[in-house]
């Protein structure tokens, strides 16, 4: 037992799930595999529920059992339940419901042992070691945009959520470096610069403009064209020139979506098409052997089964599509770096293409039928919409680049800090690092907050606002928190080991509580709102705790134990910042 309650340590629900689990083999003995049904109570009962006894009346009525409907069912559930640290009282309401009300010396003694070893003995512990997550990912020589902004976030904080969970996460970045349309770049690079390798950021400029640039060209310019497929050619069989050349390309991109990741902090490993090309024909020639590829209108297809178009993995001419680089590399996650889990992150335009491979993947048997590991998951979410309600762009219809809404995020966040007179009172290094850390935080909560699936409206105005549920809110909440504990001149550290923390009145009960329920709420699923849901309650139900003279912290007599409680509330906020990529601030 001593090592299950250490395995979900920071899971009061399934603490709970155990001692129930107890009582219902107890309580129905015949009945196999009953699994505890523990939710958190809203009502004013208890802090708990079972919800398992008029299922189980419905399983055992008519078999001749002991009982006389579903409130017998819950007494009995209730009166075996084994004795617990945990549990204060229980009582059974309406039809056999189970109130669990929980032990206030248990929550304090709780809450004070993860402020001495640390909230990560609170982390979650999901049944895999590897991942890998699919994210940001975009297309080289051309300009992120804000589709990609979503996938890196949204990426970065799943991958921020496993790694919290100790799961070792492959960050990935499958940037488009392989295709037909290197052919033209490659020709037109040659053509504006003889000397190729003297191109640098600088001379080429606009990376977006070169595109485009070859593009017209290449639409216009029929001897042109015929020179870019050559290219294509050439570049597949790997000569030298046409692979330096393309490798060039791929360089100057790389510089523009650094700019991007080193504003937001995010770190990515690029494995991009071009590295799952070489695999390409040993899994499509694999899949053939398995008889699970078929000729098709003169391309080479798999039929997936209640889906009426097939997934074409090598097309008419014979040259692979994303379909192969996505089987490839799904091979390769599975096989070479033996993930357990493979989350892609993508716009939801890509859920049907997603769900075609993962079919043809349980098909060709890689991944079990089912929900098991090891699996692939889509992580899909909405566009990003100007206050026009249209797809987001900068006026003249161009889409916005990144680095200049990431810029002007953080300069209108140091404006404001500005404007409140910091400008006198802080170094120039403590202005820009926290304009850094509330402008980009802003961008980042502003996009997390929604549910992913949605589409959601972009609007500096809202983003940046200190009021409500905003990254700004959060963060000058957490620096007052900070706050208090400097002002009382006590040393936190001396006090989580010396100090005893306790939870008298209601208000830091309730705040207590909800600290004791991050984990649980906080992470166990692919849904980042729900941790920004989860840190602004926090933070509301921090700011009825303090605001409460009844619950005075500098100067009570409950100082000690008021302040480990201050402390207990900023260190899961940092947490759930962190889980977010967004940097806290100490001071306002």
């Known amino acids: 037992m ?69 409130p017998a069912v819950g007494e009995a559930i209730k009166n075996n339940l084994p ?20 032990s206030k010396n248990w929550m304090a003694k709780s809450i004070q042992m993860m402020l001495i070893e640390g909230i990560d003995t609170w982390a979650p512990q999901p049944p895999v070691k590897t991942a890998v997550v699919d994210f940001s990912s975009p297309n080289i020589a051309k300009e992120m945009h804000v589709g990609h902004l979503r996938s890196t976030i949204i990426g970065d904080t799943l991958a921020r959520m496993l790694e919290f969970s100790k799961v070792k996460v492959l960050r990935r970045n499958h940037v488009g470096d392989w295709g037909t349309q290197f052919g033209m770049l490659i020709e037109f690079l040659f053509e504006k610069f003889p000397n190729f390798e003297d191109a640098t950021e600088t001379a080429i400029g606009d990376l977006q403009a070169f595109y485009k640039a070859s593009k017209q060209r290449f639409d216009s310019d029929p001897a042109f064209k015929e020179r870019a497929q050559q290219a294509v050619v050439r570049l597949q069989g790997g000569d030298e020139k046409y692979r330096r050349a393309w490798a060039q390309i791929c360089e100057i991109s790389r510089t523009e979506f650094h700019k991007v990741y080193q504003r937001l902090g995010v770190h990515l490993e690029e494995k991009g098409e071009s590295f799952y090309n070489p695999y390409i024909p040993g899994v499509i020639e694999g899949l053939t052997k398995q008889g699970l590829v078929e000729e098709s209108q003169g391309a080479r297809v798999i039929f997936i089964d209640g889906i009426n178009i097939p997934l074409i993995v090598v097309k008419s001419d014979g040259g692979f599509n994303y379909a192969s680089t996505d089987l490839a590399a799904l091979w390769y996650r599975l096989n070479e770096e033996k993930a357990e889990w493979i989350i892609y992150v993508t716009d939801v335009g890509q859920q049907q293409h997603f769900d075609m491979v993962f079919k043809a993947a349980k098909r060709a048997g890689w991944l079990p039928q089912g929900d098991n590991y090891p699996k692939a998951s889509h992580v ?16 003249n219809t161009e889409v916005v680049r990144l680095v200049d809404l990431l810029d002007e995020a953080k300069n209108r966040s140091k404006a404001a ?10 170094t120039e290094e403590e202005i820009e690092s926290t304009a850094d850390a509330v402008g980009y935080g802003a961008v980042k909560y502003a996009d997390l907050k929604n549910n992913r699936l949605t589409n959601y409206t972009f609007n500096f105005d809202q983003m940046l606002n200190d009021k409500g549920n905003t990254a700004v809110y959060l963060l000058y909440a957490h620096a007052r928190i900070c706050s208090i504990i400097r002002r009382s001149g006590k040393d936190v550290e001396e006090l989580k080991n010396k100090g005893t923390l306790v939870l008298e009145h209601k208000d830091e009960r309730d705040l207590g509580l909800h600290l004791l329920q991050f984990a649980e709420e906080a992470c166990t699923n692919l849904l980042p709102n729900v941790v920004c849901d989860y ?20 100067g009570s007599d409950k100082e000690t134990s008021r302040l480990l409680l201050c402390e207990a509330t900023a260190v899961v906020m940092r947490k759930c910042f962190n889980l977010l990529g967004i940097t806290p601030i100490y001071k306002i």
Do not use: H
Not at 83 to 102: H, K, Q, R, W
Not at 417 to 425: A, D, F, P, S, Y
Not at 535 to 554: A, T
């Open 2 to 70: 001593a090592a299950q309650e250490e395995e979900c340590k920071g899971n009061v629900k399934a603490q709970l799930a155990k001692l129930f689990e107890v009582s219902l083999k107890v309580t129905v003995p015949n009945e196999a595999d009953v699994d505890p049904l523990i939710a958190a109570c809203t009502g004013k009962f208890g802090d708990y529920q079972c919800n398992n006894a008029m299922g189980l009346w419905s399983k055992i009525k008519g078999k001749g059992t002991q009982f006389r409907g579903p």
């Open 83 to 102: 004795t617990s640290e945990i549990i204060d009282s229980c009582s059974v309401a309406g039809p056999g419901f189970v109130n669990v009300v929980l």
């Open 380 to 395: 899909g979410f909405g566009l990003v919409l100007g206050e026009d309600g249209k797809r987001f762009r900068t006026r």
């Open 417 to 426: 800090l500005i404007e409140r007179g910091k400008g006198e009172e802080w």
């Open 535 to 554: 840190l602004y309650s926090l933070s509301e139900i921090f700011s009825k705790f303090y605001s409460n003279p009844e619950c005075k912290v500098i």
